[in-house]
């Protein structure tokens, strides 16, 4: 059997509760165990530079060696201590969706590919268009994260609005905006002099000013403004632009709009959210990402445009080894819209993980993520060492050590990395360094939040 690739059911199925096992203690212990570590290279790389054996080496090894020199090496970004970057708090039937989606080796990429899994992509990304407050015409794909969202939609603009001749064209963002947009738009062609990177207002939001000054001042230049890329929740601060109001300045000056909600975009879900976001409704593009604030595994991002027919203008290539797969009008293929041909099932997770826990847990669950932020404020506002930087605001705090300078921040880099309670991150505001907690996990409780303030003013007392 051994040559098939194959093994007996009995020793696949002990395989796969073995597998289960070591997942659901992992989730079932997070709590008590640290967030996670960081291996030295010196000592994790050469435990893996080896040929790949000639012969089968035993089950008992193999997965000895996984439990010990790998997943232990890992940041738990479900972990309810993970406050860094932006946590990944994904859910169990969301890993049991991949699971089904890689145990069925799903292909996503067309419909005779797979007809179910393209029918339920469709729906899903229905109801994110509903959310989002998109028009009928709106559609959309799933990708990989944030950074191919941005990528896919920014090439569609280009294509849709450029015919793909960029030389002349200028966009504009706010320098909060996330480095995957500088990369995609390198990526597609754009050179650093037709980016404008503004400087944000002091709420680190893109000011209107500062992009109707940049606008008029290339066209008088002969350049011809083609983008803007506004902010549902930056990744520093979770600032948002003034959506709405970017959103005519577009339609005035007949430029693109592109949202990047990555972070941000899902909590439109709920009340409050719906509320901040106001006129994200009105963009042409928007990144989304159910792997960070719609508690999904990663990889599981998505794109949604206004007019989902660009898109397919865009991507849509019919070579004759895909005859067969483009011969049904009616039948969508997810490869027509993205860069993806073979592309897994990532909506399979968001579908089970709603129709298991209702839409109204992961709107509680959002919500959550708001109250955490606050309460955090609430608490660093008591303590006369700390300082609030920027409010809560969509989930993410950001405070400052009085008389902390670049090397105190370091050393409480290394000092959490060495105790592993838990995990905030850094980041620069208007050239200040500071700490920054993201709080989207809705098994944090705020017992975790006084515990880790108090353990990161210990540690700050202490180094
Ligand atoms: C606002 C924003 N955009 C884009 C990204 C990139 O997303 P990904 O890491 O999923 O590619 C991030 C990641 O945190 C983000 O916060």
Not at 2 to 16: D, H, N, S, V
Not at 384 to 413: K, L, N, S
Request: hydrophobic share 45%; aromatic share 10%; charged share 20%.
């Amino acid at each position: 059997m051994k040559e098939k690739l194959e093994i007996p059911p009995a020793e696949m199925r002990a395989l796969g509760y073995r597998v289960v096992d070591l997942i659901v203690d992992h989730y079932a212990s997070l709590n008590e165990n640290i967030v996670g570590a960081k291996g030295d290279p010196a000592v994790l790389r050469p435990l893996f530079r080896q040929a790949p054996p000639r012969d089968p080496a035993p089950a008992d090894e193999i997965f000895a060696r996984v439990e010990r020199d790998v997943l232990p090496y890992i940041m738990n970004i479900c972990h309810p201590r993970f406050f860094a970057f932006v946590p990944g708090p994904s859910n169990f039937v969301s890993v049991m969706a991949d699971a089904l989606a890689a145990g069925f080796n799903v292909f996503n990429g067309s419909w005779l590919g797979g007809s179910g899994p393209a029918a339920l992509e469709l729906a899903v990304i229905e109801w994110f268009r509903e959310w989002c407050g998109f028009p009928e015409e709106a559609g959309g794909l799933f990708v990989s994260g944030g950074s191919m969202a941005n990528l896919t939609a920014l090439a569609t603009a280009r294509h849709a609005k450029l015919n793909d001749r960029c030389e002349r064209a200028v966009l504009y963002y706010s320098d909060q905006t996330h480095s995957s947009v500088d990369r995609a738009l390198g990526v597609i062609g754009f050179l650093p002099e037709q980016i404008r990177r503004l400087p944000a207002d002091a709420s680190f939001r893109l000011s209107m000013d500062a992009l109707a000054r940049a606008v008029a001042n290339d066209r008088a230049a002969g350049l011809q403004p083609f983008a803007v890329i506004a902010n549902a929740g930056t990744t520093n601060t979770g600032a948002i632009d003034p959506l709405r109001e970017i959103a005519a300045f577009c339609r005035a000056e007949n430029l693109w709009m592109h949202v990047d909600g990555a972070y941000g975009a899902a909590a439109v879900i709920c009340q409050r959210g719906r509320e901040l976001l106001d006129g994200i409704a009105l963009a042409d593009s928007l990144s989304f990402d159910p792997h960070k604030w719609l508690f999904q595994t990663v990889e599981c991002g998505c794109v949604l445009l206004r007019d989902a027919a660009r898109m397919k203008a865009t991507y849509r290539i019919m070579p004759e080894y895909l005859a067969d797969v483009h011969r049904n009008v009616t039948e969508v293929n997810p490869c027509d819209y993205g860069i993806q041909l073979t592309r897994g099932f990532r909506a399979l997770k968001v579908w089970m993980s709603m129709q298991f826990f209702g839409l109204d847990a992961f709107r509680a669950a959002v919500e959550r993520g708001f109250v955490l932020a606050e309460y955090a404020e609430a608490k660093l506002r008591t303590m006369p060492c700390w300082e609030i930087v920027t409010p809560a605001q969509m989930g993410i705090v950001t405070f400052a050590r009085r008389g902390g300078d670049d090397a105190f921040y370091a050393r409480m880099h290394e000092a959490m990395l060495r105790d592993g309670y838990a995990l905030a991150t850094s980041t620069v505001l208007n050239g200040r360094t500071v700490l920054r907690l993201c709080t989207i996990n809705p098994r944090t409780s705020e017992e975790d939040l006084r515990r880790t303030i108090e353990w990161l003013d210990a540690l700050a007392e202490s180094g």
